[in-house]
């Protein structure tokens, strides 16, 4: 499997337009890869984590084609995750030449807002599935589950554990220190990239709620690796960057090479290790 990251912003994308800090002045000054959209990913270029805010234009950025996305998975219903709008698009009248429909994965919020926004659809184009926690489903050679995150108060968000053909990728963000019952979930798994988040930085707290610090991303390494998930050639990455963390990109990537911890930026492909 592969992974590519149409965006690796926190929610208000870097740099904050309404904003005159020093990490958001000198992210437009540098521009690169310290300039990040909100976070969304896409897996073997046909299953999608999350659609943000810019969607249409990484698309365009990076060259891809959204009519080969087979599978959609929202991790929860903040809008910097969740511009069901741009779905719209895809319905009959509106998207031509389309061929399969669009499976659509999330909790019971994601779903009833996404079906909402696309009155009268047709099961050609869009098919909706509700999940719980903890409980696998297949889809086109992928088996997906969804676990808990530990974000929003009054949201059942989700992370995801996704395999095929004997790899794996685990979606852990938006998320701080992952619940219990995610962690005793986990245990045993073989993760061959996990995706983490540092939305807070450096913040002295290794248990950080709603979102990661670094010192909790470095924490959840160790735990993983506790578990057994972590092998010789398993991946880090983080991702889902605030500039109220105060680290441009190359801050980031000192801070996270000492840890063995990759940074992502738009634009990155990454191929898990064989």
Not at 52 to 57: R, V
Not at 81 to 90: P, Q
Request: one cysteine or more; hydrophobic letters at 40%.
């Amino acid at each position: 499997m592969k992974i590519h990251f149409l965006g690796t912003a926190a929610s208000e994308g870097i740099p904050n337009p309404f904003c005159r800090c020093e990490h958001c002045q000198q992210a437009r000054i540098r521009k690169g890869k310290d300039l990040r959209t909100h976070s969304s990913a896409i897996i073997d270029d046909e299953l999608l984590i999350d659609v943000a805010p810019e969607f249409s234009q990484q698309l365009l950025r990076d060259g891809l084609d959204a009519t080969e996305i087979r599978s959609l998975l929202f991790t929860h219903t903040h809008p910097d995750h969740f511009n069901v709008g741009d779905l719209f698009s895809r319905m009959e009248g509106y998207g031509f030449e389309i061929t399969h429909p669009l499976h659509i994965f999330g909790n019971d919020r994601a779903i009833n807002g996404a079906a909402e926004v696309l009155p009268g659809y047709s099961a050609e184009r869009f098919a909706f599935h509700c999940l719980v926690p903890f409980v696998t489903v297949e889809t086109r050679g992928y088996r997906i589950t969804p676990l808990l995150a530990n974000h929003a108060k009054w949201e059942l968000c989700y992370t995801w554990f996704i395999e095929k053909e004997g790899q794996s990728i685990f979606y852990g963000h938006d998320s701080g220190w992952f619940p219990e019952l995610t962690w005793q979930w986990l245990k045993g798994k073989k993760i061959d990239l996990a995706v983490l988040e540092c939305t807070y930085g450096f913040n002295g707290d290794n248990r950080t709620n709603n979102h990661m610090s670094l010192e909790t991303v470095f924490a959840a390494r160790d735990r993983l690796a506790e578990l057994g998930c972590l092998e010789k050639n398993s991946q880090l990455i983080v991702s889902h960057i605030s500039h109220s963390g105060g680290l441009l990109h190359d801050d980031l990537v000192a801070a996270c090479n000492k840890e063995n911890i990759l940074v992502a930026w738009d634009g990155l492909n990454l191929s898990i290790n064989q």
